[in-house]
């Protein structure tokens, strides 16, 4: 009793990484044993994480050959392209981008329900097209708190989210983490939104679908009839804490946007494409260890010389990570908007502008018939 006593007491002081790298791989005889892995938490939102995680097969598609230079490469049309703006980063964004719409990125919901640091619409005066202001959340506790219908953090939140559109050409919510208890509560949200909104565009940003989930909070079919667009965020295929793999493979984003064509519609979505890329290292040295661990460390390290802070033991050594990196270029981005345009899909977006390689602007082209449409 007092060794599981112990035990719980370290397990429970750890406080995790907010951007953990892939654990130490440790053997499953020794965990208990010898370290105390961190209760590593990331918000699971743009992979199928509802009973479709098991469903690992391998999925390849080769979209043509590479040419020997990014000259060669087509210039891509569509109706709309969308991109994200994060709010201190206007910098990122030049008035000569082929953009219909920009997604500026955004206003949160404090710990009290409270809408807070909503962008100053005035910083993007002269961009010529329309502008949407992003809400988030991503807290599920948050979450079923601002979505209980009756209450007055509810309602405050509803009139506040009303007003702070009032400058802009559109809402868009983002909320990643809703309880699944809480599915019916987030469609009357959406609904109440899509009220008081009138004439102005409401979207909804949902995570990356290949099949249709039983008892999904964001089921494409119940909210497609409540917002004007639906922003598909096609990455995170592989995330910080999975085993490494590409943002979005073709194979992958081609099934997710067969799916989301089949549900939404070509009028009513919009294809987010990645502009980052994510590294992952061979092991995660912050970890807290069980006094064994420290031993073998010492051990497989060959460490001699352990010194005395005030008492404390304490030693270093250095030792080699392998890091695998995966991320986009002008080539994949040319490669994934071309199959998404020869599927049939008419917008495309982007998350998010200053993480791109800036040629392939170079290549995209919004179709003039429908440049200035605001429907």
Not at 71 to 93: C, D, H, K, M, S
Not at 192 to 216: H, Q
Not at 275 to 301: C, K, L, M, Q
């Amino acid at each position: 009793m007092f060794f599981l006593f112990c035990f719980l007491l370290t397990l429970f002081s750890c406080t995790s990484a907010p951007e953990p790298v892939l654990p130490e791989p440790v053997p499953p005889e020794s965990v208990l044993s010898e370290s105390v892995p961190q209760d590593t938490v990331e918000a699971v939102t743009n992979r199928d994480n509802l009973g479709e995680e098991e469903e690992k097969e391998e999925e390849f598609f080769t979209y043509g050959e590479i040419p020997e230079n990014a000259e060669n490469l087509p210039i891509l049309n569509f109706t709309e392209v969308w991109g994200y703006l994060i709010a201190g980063r206007e910098q990122a964004l030049k008035l000569n981008y082929p953009l219909s719409d920009l997604v500026y990125f955004g206003a949160e919901i404090d710990t009290y329900g409270k809408l807070t640091d909503v962008p100053n619409r005035r910083k993007l005066g002269r961009f010529p097209g329309r502008v949407h202001l992003v809400a988030a959340c991503n807290s599920r506790s948050l979450a079923h708190f601002i979505l209980e219908p009756e209450s007055a953090v509810h309602r405050q939140l509803v009139e506040d989210l009303l007003e702070a559109a009032g400058p802009y050409d559109g809402l868009q919510i983002d909320f990643e983490l809703i309880p699944a208890r809480d599915g019916d509560r987030f469609l009357s949200f959406l609904q109440e939104l899509r009220n008081g909104l009138g004439d102005k565009l409401f979207t909804i940003a949902l995570p990356a679908r290949r099949k249709t989930l039983s008892d999904d909070v964001f089921d494409y079919q119940k909210i497609k009839p409540l917002v004007d667009r639906i922003f598909v965020m096609a990455y995170d295929e592989h995330w910080s804490t999975s085993e490494p793999g590409s943002i979005a493979s073709l194979g992958w984003c081609r099934s997710v946007a067969e799916y989301a064509l089949k549900t939404v519609g070509p009028e009513k979505l919009v294809m987010g494409l990645p502009f980052y890329g994510r590294t992952w290292g061979s092991f995660n040295p912050f970890r807290a260890y069980f006094h064994s661990g420290i031993e073998r460390i010492r051990s497989e390290n060959a460490i001699t010389e352990v010194v005395r802070e005030n008492g404390i033991p304490t030693f270093s050594y250095e030792t080699t990570v392998k890091v695998t990196v995966y991320y986009e270029d002008i080539y994949s981005l040319s490669f994934r908007g071309g199959m998404y345009r020869d599927m049939g899909v008419k917008a495309i977006g982007f998350w998010s502008l200053g993480q791109e390689d800036s040629t392939i602007w170079n290549f995209l082209k919004i179709t003039e018939k429908d440049a200035d449409s605001n429907s």
